[in-house]
């Protein structure tokens, strides 16, 4: 069975730092991209970024609000895809997805809830 | 950037009737590869999206045959042939062909 858990959200102050991770299973990982999105409170979803898997190079693509401050990596061995986000301003504030992508953003998780507050 | 025009935001709807859901692209969703990226998901109250429909017109693993997806190029529709009541949320198109990726606004059924 295909799963992906999504960890590490919490209430973080702008302008720090955060780090989420996705654990998959379930499916050969290298063999995949996966994919971040993310939900402000009561509203609609918003594509946040995207890693290849290895055959093309694990490159990544970003969402231009993001571009420069969050960071996407996966650890293949570990099937784990990380969010690194940095620089944390308040608009940042959502439920954040991940999603394996195969063709499509066809399995994903709960979500965990990042809150940035002071 | 793609934006996508999901219509109606609103769809209230008499169970067992059939609902219709619309989106339109501002420019073409065929990829370079010649497929076309655009995809339906589903989210009911409280829970993840999930993937409904995929390449315009493909039902994911495990969703009903009530729904189905149509369209080309710009145009693109989900229609639910008889809805039940499970089929309460907000209903997202999101294009995958083109970086950044985006999503219409939602649209929201419910039970009249």
């Known amino acids: 069975e295909v799963q992906v858990v999504e960890s590490g959200g919490g209430l973080v102050q702008p302008g720090r730092s955060l780090r989420l991770s996705c654990t998959a299973s379930?499916?050969?990982?290298?063999?995949?991209?996966m994919s971040w999105f993310r939900q402000a409170p009561g509203k609609g979803l918003e594509w946040v970024g995207f890693?290849?898997?290895?055959?093309?190079?694990?490159?990544?693509e970003y969402a231009a609000s993001v571009k420069g401050r969050f960071t996407i990596s996966r650890d293949d061995s570990r099937t784990i895809a990380y969010l690194q986000m940095n620089s944390l301003k308040t608009e940042d504030t959502a439920v954040y997805y991940c999603?394996?992508?195969?063709?499509?953003?066809?399995?994903w998780g709960q979500g965990t809830l990042v809150t940035v507050s002071s | 950037d793609v934006v996508m025009t999901q219509t109606p935001l609103s769809s209230p709807v008499t169970l067992g009737q059939p609902a219709s859901i619309s989106c339109r692209s501002s420019?073409?969703?065929?990829?370079?590869?010649?497929?076309?990226?655009f995809n339906w998901l589903q989210q009911r109250p409280g829970q993840p999206p999930r993937l409904l429909i995929y390449k315009i017109s493909n039902r994911f693993s495990g969703v009903p045959d009530r729904f189905s997806g149509s369209g080309a190029g710009t145009d693109f529709t989900l229609k639910i042939s008889r809805v039940e009541a499970e089929d309460v949320g907000v209903y997202y198109c999101?294009?995958?062909?083109?970086?950044?990726?985006?999503f219409g606004k939602g649209t929201k059924v419910e039970i009249k």
């Open positions: 890693i290849r898997g290895k055959r093309y190079g694990g490159t990544t």
């Open positions: 420019q073409s969703l065929v990829h370079s590869d010649g497929d076309t990226y």
């Open positions: 999101i294009q995958s062909s083109h970086f950044p990726w985006t």
């Open positions: 379930g499916f050969t990982f290298g063999d995949f991209a």
């Open positions: 999603s394996r992508f195969g063709g499509s953003p066809d399995y």
